[in-house]
């Protein structure tokens, strides 16, 4: 028998280590990795015990990829320092000490010549639940940074949750699993089977809620209404109602149209529970014409009655759907509506938000069992506090999205485009400290743009990457530092808040610091030296040991000594999720004992800040109900312009944003594709498998094309990740199909938040020299085209 | 006897393809190679769906070696090289495969692969369970059922990974087992039965 051929020593010398799988995707499995030198050489998951509601935190196909994404030929191994223009990828490797010595001296420059404000460390989100940035920390002893608040996963609908509930909505949805005493269950634009698949995340537990309700005899049917079929509603009961996307407003209008006008709706819950429905529940000087149920009984200043037929025009989704929907809405005993985090990332997306929770309010759908809030379902919690960074000195603060304006623009940033802290920018940002980020470019928006305002070195002096591989937005640093990546180090991991459990994990460093590759925290510790402010740095926790036992000693496992003794002898410990399961029950139970934290301390489906906005500046794309309005880069554009294809840019199983994106093992199983109808393609004589430039105003890219009626026509979807890889000094024709080529960097009025799926495209073959660059990439086995 | 075997749950698959990427971590399968693979049911495309727009269903199937009682892969073998075992699996002896692909060609459900070339494992060197012997170039190869894990008396890895928990595994000759009482109660099918290999991989909704 042939045997361990090319084992030099089978498994002598290697170990066997806890570890996480440390992207964003939500989950934060477990994974035990048996590793030598570097290498990991095996891969196991969570396989503790299991009993009702502590789920093992097994890992998806991701985590068992560690060793493919980990030992990729993109990794950092040495400092690098930039010797071609910013964004050509041309490096020289230099030492740590001159990496160093030169990023204090810009930094110590830059503030004594701009201000602290001028520092900014942008979105990043590859190290997430085990520690805050350790250079955010040495920047709060440096005398502070421009803030940053928000975020790129759901701005929109934290917004649309702070405006109806008064709070951001994270942790107040009802539990996946309560669907299990629903009889109707209503997705909008939400795949939990795909995005979230962590075994103790939401397809597993989904799926029990499932299977609970048919074992008592009641089970439930899902309903999706997205432009793509979820994978969640692909059963033979389910069914999936496609709407285009951005118009879930109108949908949910005209569902309402049905309801009221077939006397439907709730209205005893209404009166007793919100604002703003009906003339007797608007505040103290509103008008009567400005409520919801005069907007859509064409009342209200447009005076237009949001028939079904009205919506079917703007959705896509005939009218006789819309209304038999809201009959089966109605008739359903409890219903659980949730919606995803693809509607709300829309030009108008507050509005798609605030809408979806309106159908739960309309129907009486709240605070019982078997319902939800019409938000996303409740994220959970980590059982550690992350690694504290301190108090940042400077107040100035903008929405994470704004960054490459604030970049562009400067001390043009007012008040208006949500700068908070000052009436407008104290200073340009001057110098950014990206760690672990790759929203530079490829997970920002409108890379042709954001390329040229990173490209001039007057506006942004000086950028630092600290990361673990040469991603699109290192190549736009000037010094790139190689980090451990967080599944290489000793760190105390907290589950993540998409996992239905309270899990702590000791997860052990294996050899990650191989080559000349430094831990970030020693980095910034070194550099806090250089500053002199290394005793401020080390103030509390001199290593990163001393910082977990901090956080151990703050988690909410500090008291309980069985579970301190289970992680100390299995370096896992796993518990069952204890709180609340359903949204809003103690208001819905008592809402004058347990008013909602809203000024009216009801539900307020009208919103007078908006109006008073409104007041002051009419044309504001805002409104002060969850009205319908249309977005530059909507449904009605695609109908009339250039583009005539409506793009989202969706989860795909391949990468947890752009991180594995890079692995071609992964793409073996789960190839990236741009799905498009049946319909579409036939008229576009486009195939599976085929190749096709997808491109607007703001770029052009190339991805491979499948053919599926699980979406609409008109509507493509590609999965966002992808690495963006184009000749910038060329064509700038993106041969590495990432979203954000084309996606517009404008942001939204009332949040300021990132809207990836308002983007219009149109398709086209590739013109012959194009199909040749192809055909050369295809054969030297070059990125995505190749795979 | 034991006939060990894998029943799955096709209602629980969500087509995440982690059995396919943890199969090829513990059994150390080379690039461009799967020994497990995850199929949309009537579909020749990755992903793809039954229906017509909007209409649509999908059903994922996973399928890796169906470990056949009548197993068309040993029946054409010149050398004996595929085997059936004592505990009702499949298995290659790789020393004795002459690299005919007879089995290849007889094997109804495509779980065979077969090493053209040298194989080459991503980020240069053989990984996975340290007791599953490493596949020269001109050999064939598949789905062992985990053999060395199950040696061991542990699941498949594909069993214990799963985050649906989609898979159940166990003796098909023990009548009281949990995958015998599965297949009994929920009227579990073997793919292809019309071949006449009797597989003892089944899949169950």
Redesign the interface.
Known sequence: MVRREGWSSGRDGSREVWQTCAVNCGSRCALRLRAREGEILWTETDCGDEEPGNLQMRACLRGRALRYWLGSPDRLNEPLRRVGPRGSGQFEPISWDEALDEIAERIRDTVAQWGNEAVLLPYATAIWSGSGSPFERLMNCYGGHLGIYGDYSCMQLQTACMSLYGDDGYYTGSLLSEASHADLVVFFGANPALTRMGGASGAHRLAQAREEAAREGRPFRVIAIDPCQSDAATGESDAWIPVRPGTDAAFVAGVAWVLITEGLADEEFLHRYCIGYDGATMPAGAPASESYRAYVLGEGPDGVAKTPQWAARITGCPSARIASFARELAGARRAFIMQGWGPQRTALGEQSARAICLLSLLTGNFGLPGTNSGARERLFRPVLPDDPVGENPVDVAIPAFLWSRAVERGRALTASDGVRGAARLPSPVKLIINHAGNALTNQHADVNRTHEILADESLCEFIVGIDVMMTDSMRYADIVLPDVAQAERDVLVSSGNSDGVRGVIVAASWGGNAFDRRCAWDVARDLARRLGVEEAFCEGASTLGEMDGLRLRESRFAHDDEALRELAERGIVRRPYEGETVAYAAFRRDPEGCPLPTPSGKIEIYDQKIAELLAADPGLPVSSIPAYIAAPEGAEAALVGPYPFQMISCHGRQSAHSSFANVPELAVVAPRRLSVNPVDAERLQLVSGGLVVVENDRGALVCRVRVTPRIMPGVVALPEGAWHDADMWGDRLDWGGCANTVSSDEPTAWSHGNPHNSCLVRLRPLTDAERAEAARREAAGRGEVAR | MTRLAIAINL??C?????C???C???NNVP??M?WN??LTEDCD?????L????N????FLPVACQHCQNAACQRVCPTGATYKDDKGRVEI???KCIGCRMCMAACPYNARNFNWQTPVR?????????EV????KGVAEKCTLCKERTDRGEEPMCV??????ARIFGDLDDPDSEISQTILNRKAWTLLEGQGTRPSVHYFE
């Not at chain 2, 495309?45 to 769906?49: I, L, P």
């Not at chain 2, 229906?51 to 909007?54: E, I, L």
């Not at chain 2, 012997?133 to 020269?136: A, E, F, L, S, Y």
Request: one cysteine or more.
């Open positions: 209602d629980r969500v087509g995440c393809h982690t396919a990427l943890s090829k971590m513990q690039e461009g799967l693979r995850v495309v990755m992903d793809g769906a229906g017509t727009y909007p649509v269903t999908r059903t002896d790789y020393d991503v980020t240069g060197a053989n990984y996975g369970d340290a012997p490493v596949r020269p214990v990974c799963c985050p649906a928990h």
